[in-house]
């Protein structure tokens, strides 16, 4: 398992150093058992590992383990050095490991890996929240296996990034070293986490901790964006969800846009349930973004157009706002836009771009007649792509294979 685990050992300095904590224990070990009950589990010094693990070495030249070998190593501080002292809390175990994943993602490989990761577990989290609709910390389950869910892994992950984008890394960093210190082979609940980033902060925390910890739900937001006064864009969030059942949210929001190639930015702090913000930007800008990042939990509602999106693919220095355009033109079928976006996303600087489009041209082989030179740029990518998962959906649209 050398190749496999191959990134422990620097996954290991690394969380070292964020933490400012030593690795907890004398020695670590890493095991792949058969029959296994769970995806994963850490033990005190040893995590246990699913058999789909089981890899030789050049079956794992190829694998997209990372995830869940950071994951279970995360657990050593977050779930062994410090534990919850309840089932209700068991976020503040899982949420950690959970987001240990994008911190290692952000690290190695890159921002917008770690970003569309983060996608991904927004996704996995609202497609629970359609049906089960919980607080984080929750002392009413029915069985503890209730707790392992989307909201205690995803939501929890997205909501420590969510603080960490709030108080900036310094704050964030330090804090999670406070809570480590003080609690070190000790149980605790969320008023612990809490205390630990006001003491470091110096900022009542309650009202961040209250509706992302003790609430349920998210922000459903509509976005109103007025370009009638180019040099100065007016923005409107509308919070749409049933005040009800859940709160009115309190978050700030990244407004961006481009003027040449320079990305500006704005941050502002919705508190109501329909707030305008007016950016004076100064020079006439024909498209702003409201969160580009990807980074506030919440649904959101826009209307953009087919061809805004293609100026967004083209313009955004975020791979996950291309990624977005990209998906949002294929799900419409935007066959004109499409025509544009296609030979640049073959050669988009991040790898799932260009897989995303290998993939929509093996859905509609008749691209290859519709867009000139575009099976040139596909074998160019049979050729020289570095990444393995995008050689392997290129290999299905052109037939060729790599020995």
């Known amino acids: 398992y050398t190749t496999l685990f191959r990134s422990t050992p620097k996954m290991m300095s ?21 029959d296994f009950v769970s995806g994963a589990m850490e033990n005190t010094t040893a995590s246990i590992f699913m058999e789909e693990l089981r890899l030789d070495e050049r079956e794992a030249l190829d694998s997209e383990w990372d995830y869940i070998i950071a994951h279970e190593l995360f657990h050593q501080w977050f779930g062994d050095l410090v534990t919850t002292e309840s089932w209700a809390n068991l976020t503040l175990n899982e949420a950690f490991a959970n987001y240990s994943e994008y911190l290692w993602n952000e690290h190695y490989y890159s921002s917008d890996q ?11 989290y609202f497609a629970e929240s359609e049906e089960k609709k919980v607080n984080l910390i929750r002392f009413d389950y029915n069985d503890s296996e209730d707790m392992f869910d989307a909201h205690s892994y995803n939501k929890g992950g997205v909501v420590l990034h969510m603080l960490r984008k709030y108080l900036g890394d310094e704050v964030f960093f330090r804090s999670l070293h406070e809570y480590l210190k003080k609690h070190a082979f000790q149980s605790v609940e969320v008023h612990d986490l809490r205390q630990a980033f006001e003491r470091v902060s110096g900022e009542d925390l ?5 509706q992302w910890f003790l609430s349920k739900g998210h922000p459903e937001i509509a976005i109103e964006i007025d370009y009638s006064e180019p040099e100065n864009i007016l923005i409107t969030i509308n919070q749409l969800q049933d005040l009800t059942d859940y709160p009115l949210f ?18 502002f702090i919705v508190k109501e349930g329909q707030q305008s913000f007016a950016i004076e930007n100064g020079t006439p800008v024909d498209l702003v973004y409201v969160d580009e990042g990807k980074n506030l939990l919440a649904r959101r509602t826009q209307n953009l157009s087919n061809s805004q999106f293609l100026k967004q693919f083209k313009e955004s220095q975020l791979g ?41 041209l093996q859905s509609d082989p ?23 998962s995008v050689r392997s959906e290129r290999n299905i649209v052109t037939g060729k294979q790599i020995g």
Not at 114 to 124: I, P
Not at 250 to 262: A, L, R
Request: glycine residues 4%; aromatic residues 14%; without cysteine.
């Open 14 to 34: 690394f969380f070292e150093k964020k933490l400012g904590v030593p690795f907890p224990w004398q020695k670590y070990d890493q095991i792949v058992v058969r």
């Open 114 to 124: 770690a970003a569309l990761k983060l996608v991904a577990e927004m996704e996995g």
């Open 206 to 210: 309650n009202w961040f901790f209250n």
């Open 250 to 267: 309190q978050f700030p929001i990244e407004i961006s846009w481009y003027e040449g190639k320079d990305r500006r930015t704005k941050q």
């Open 320 to 360: 996950v706002a291309r990624y977005d355009a990209l998906d949002s033109l294929a799900s419409r079928e935007a066959k004109e836009e499409l025509s544009e976006v296609l030979p640049l996303a073959l050669k988009d600087p991040f790898w799932s771009i260009r897989e995303t489009a290998l993939g929509y």
């Open 366 to 388: 008749e691209w290859k007649e519709k867009i000139q030179g575009i099976e040139e740029l596909v074998y160019d990518l049979v050729e020289n792509d570095p990444k393995n």
